[in-house]
């Protein structure tokens, strides 16, 4: 019985410090918000290959490192919803993830785990996307986003519809989150961008579809705002979205948007895909809520063409 | 003789590998492994071959022109070496005598052939005229088949997520956990029962189930009657100690009469490795019959003979009938719809009368859509793959069912075969609808549409609403399992097909786009 109790107490002591020491680091990241000491509020770049667009871009941000302290964690959320190779841009470029984990690596990260919510089925799109592969030759983890329990219940304070909902706790434990989007056409949302890429983190996306889409997408983006956003716009499906029938719904754009400010990204992203920002109501409910700005004048923006 | 005693060995060493082969694929529940691994350990299987030769002629549809060659050859290998349930009941067997308890010693037994022939006939007439219930029920393979994707499986999936919660408690995200999906009452109920009955009759005697209910076990049983190679005592150097009877899990050595009943005999050569004298072994039967021969009714074995070979050609006779009925239902509701078969089954009825329910095919299904019917396809159709919408869709870009299928019910079909087979067609309820009844956007169901079968359209106020095109239209489900509605059901559902049809293929325009030098912001 000794032993017994031993094992308990030491199994009861470990998760009691597994809570304090996951709440702890939850507690730093919603105080740290955006990291005011970047020298520039987005940087834009054109005309280059994905990888060589994500060098010039995190370096005209300072380098990984003013996002990453060495030994922190990293979760980076691409979008990996469907069963569909790089080609036909449903996904987020391999490339550029792989890309990403790497710096993060190299700026010292103590783990990188990547992870969406999937649609179709998770091994299948992990592994057809490609970004499985980049991921693990860059030196990260991918984790499943298929798994309930996985979720934590958090509350949502300034959400006007979606007040609660369940987060991946990736999320939550991780010191650094990078939000990958595709850019691309969505039948339902107008467009999916950083912020309706955050639907990949939530458990209940039933919710929002029958709780007026847009309003939830922008309450959500109230919740936690990523570090860094890295907008793929290397090919970009044009029509038929999210999903897209063939490789003819998807042009080669060669764009890379960064920014952690999730609205401006989605407003400039809107603009290279060559539609009315206010057309993406979801957008617009995100201003309001204060999440960030669609006024790109008065944001200082680094263009960069290759 | 005594060189045989090699038999035993490579007996067990052959039999661990398919026991652990067939363990591995109804564990692959993520489809991880390539088809062909899973179809070398089902080719083997004696009536799930008959049933697909007809259905996709070639070499690994042949087995059981290969079982039926060795079982005139060298009697029933096939029993204790390719069957999984044959050498799971020798593992349970091998347990059973690990018991602290006392146990009687083997002794010879009279056949239960009243009973075995019986179920035989039953087998066969149920091939015939009822549909293959009595076969799902009855098939060796079938049956472990059930065992393992209902019993076997959970507990397997359970272990994995374990070991994966270790591991991710070390940082290693290297073994993913898996979902443990919907708990399936009867397809469960039918594992247990088929798992406690096997221990019963293990308890009673070994080899109970193969010698007196498996049809196939009747089949090899006559085969080996006539087979080139039998085991056989030999009269003069016998010493009649008995030891060969104790160790016969057939109970079918009788020592006094220095007989073997090779209709029995599963070829486990437990005999040849306990005799001393190297008094019993296989010896050949062909040669000096006259020997050998007993008075055997040859009439009523010949007749037995010709019903075999019935009973090899009749699926393919089943075949050539040819069964074509028309299912068009465009207008039918909800309410009054019958079961999604899986891509390849061709229609109800081909899957009705082809799949043996082993439940491999739901096993592997990656997205889990794939479950077995309960009444959905009728009495005779229960533990049938169907597709079930509520628990998943159906994969657009795989074809993992039909390349496992060790039947023929689920044909392989190419991915671009898939991509234009019609299982059902998506009908909408517009009334049912969000953006109908709420007036806020969603589009769920074209999201998830592969072909665009269902796209979005404007509506009042700025908002999009979907459209259908049936006829790209695949069936998938993935409209219906996204639609956020579920009172009283999706606004967007699939409805089924009896016999599949052909799909048009979406075709879409190449978008352009004008390129800038300067940035748009």
């Known amino acids: 019985m000794k032993r017994r109790d031993f094992i308990r107490r030491s199994v009861t002591a470990s998760v009691a410090t597994g809570t304090l020491f996951s709440m702890g680091k939850w507690n730093t990241l919603l105080a740290s918000g955006i990291s005011s000491e970047l020298p520039f509020d987005m940087v834009a770049v054109k005309n280059g290959n994905p990888i060589e667009m994500f060098d010039m871009g995190i370096a005209a941000l300072g380098g990984m490192k003013n996002f990453v302290k060495p030994g922190q964690s990293v979760v980076v959320k691409p979008n990996i919803g469907w069963d569909s190779p790089p080609e036909r841009a449903a996904n987020t470029n391999p490339e550029l993830v792989g890309q990403i984990v790497k710096h993060c690596i190299a700026a010292g990260a103590k783990k990188v785990t990547v992870f969406d919510r999937t649609c179709d089925e998770w091994t299948r799109c992990y592994k057809n996307s490609g970004i499985e592969q980049a991921v693990k030759d860059n030196g990260g983890q991918m984790v499943t986003g298929a798994i309930e329990a996985d979720y934590m219940p958090v509350k949502i304070s300034k959400g006007v519809t979606l007040k609660e909902t369940k987060v991946h706790k990736l999320i939550l434990e991780s010191d650094v989150f990078i939000n990958v989007p595709v850019l691309k056409n969505h039948g339902g949302a107008q467009m999916s961008i950083t912020m309706k890429n955050l639907m990949g983190i939530v458990w209940d996306r039933r919710f929002y579809h029958k709780n007026d889409l847009h309003q939830c997408i922008a309450d959500f983006a109230t919740f936690r705002n990523p570090d860094l956003n890295v907008v793929d716009g290397y090919r970009v499906m044009k029509q038929n979205g999210p999903r897209g029938v063939s490789v003819n719904d998807v042009a080669l754009m060669k764009y890379l948007i960064l920014s952690a400010d999730m609205v401006a990204a989605d407003t400039a992203a809107t603009k290279v895909f060559g539609i009315e920002t206010a057309m993406v109501k979801h957008i617009g409910i995100a201003e309001g809520l204060g999440v960030g700005t669609t006024n790109l004048e008065s944001l200082n923006i680094k263009r960069i063409s290759i | ?521």
């Open chain 2, 1 to 521: 003789m005594n060189r045989q005693t090699f038999l035993r060995p490579v007996r067990i060493i052959v039999s661990i590998f398919f026991l652990v082969g067939f363990i591995l694929i109804f564990s692959d529940v993520k489809a991880k492994l390539p088809s062909g691994i899973s179809l070398f350990f089902t080719s083997f299987q004696f009536l799930p071959s008959i049933l697909k030769f007809p259905n996709v002629p070639g070499i690994i549809s042949s087995g059981f022109i290969f079982i039926i060659v060795l079982s005139l050859f060298s009697g029933r290998i096939y029993c204790s070496t390719f069957c999984p349930l044959g050498v799971l009941i020798d593992a349970l067997g091998f347990l059973k005598r690990k018991l602290p308890v006392k146990q009687k010693r083997r002794k010879y037994k009279k056949p239960l052939n009243i009973i075995r022939y019986s179920i035989l006939a039953l087998a066969i007439f149920s091939l015939f005229f009822t549909g293959i219930l009595a076969i799902n029920l009855l098939d060796p393979y079938a049956n472990f088949g059930r065992i393992a994707s209902n019993l076997y499986q959970p507990v397997f999936i359970v272990m994995n997520n374990l070991l994966s919660k270790l591991f991710v408690s070390m940082n290693i995200y290297s073994i993913q956990p898996l979902v443990f999906n919907v708990f399936q009452a009867l397809p469960f109920y039918a594992g247990l029962t088929v798992f406690l009955g096997i221990i019963v009759m293990v308890f009673f005697r070994d080899r109970l189930y193969c010698n007196t209910i498996c049809p196939v076990g009747a089949i090899l049983g006559l085969l080996s009657k006539i087979s080139f190679l039998k085991i056989k005592i030999n009269n003069s150097s016998c010493t009649q100690c008995g030891k060969c009877q104790i160790a016969c899990k057939a109970n079918c050595i009788n020592i006094k009469e220095l007989k073997v009943d090779t209709s029995r005999c599963v070829s486990c050569f437990n005999c040849i490795s306990v005799c001393e004298e190297s008094s019993i072994g296989y010896k050949n039967t062909w040669i000096r019959k006259s020997e050998i021969q007993e008075k055997t009714d040859t009439a009523k074995r010949n007749l037995i003979k010709a019903g075999l070979l019935f009973l090899g050609i009749n699926p393919l006779l089943a075949k050539a009938e040819g069964e074509d009925k028309e299912g068009g239902h465009g207008t039918k509701r909800f309410s009054t719809r019958g079961p999604i078969s899986p891509p390849g089954s061709v229609s109800i009825d081909h899957l009705k009368k082809n799949c043996i329910g082993c439940g491999l095919c739901i096993s592997v299904c990656p997205s889990d859509v794939l479950q077995p019917a309960f009444l959905e396809y009728g009495f005779t159709g229960m533990m049938l793959p169907r597709l079930d919408n509520k628990i998943g869709f159906c994969n657009f870009e795989c074809t993992k069912c039909g390349e496992v299928c060790p039947t023929g019910a689920i044909l392989p079909l190419t991915i671009p075969e898939k991509k234009l087979t019609q299982m059902g067609i998506v009908q909408f309820r517009q009334g049912l609808c969000i953006v109908e009844s709420e007036g806020t956007a969603c589009g769920s169901c074209s999201e998830h549409c592969p072909t665009q079968a269902v796209y979005m359209v404007p509506y009042r106020d700025d908002l999009t609403i979907p459209e259908v095109d049936p006829d790209i239209c695949v069936g998938c489900g993935a409209c219906e399992h996204a639609c956020p509605v579920i009172d009283p059901h999706a606004a967007i559902y699939v409805f089924p097909h009896e016999v599949h049809q052909a799909a048009k293929e979406p075709v879409s325009e190449k978008v352009e786009v004008e390129s800038t030098e300067e940035f748009p912001f």
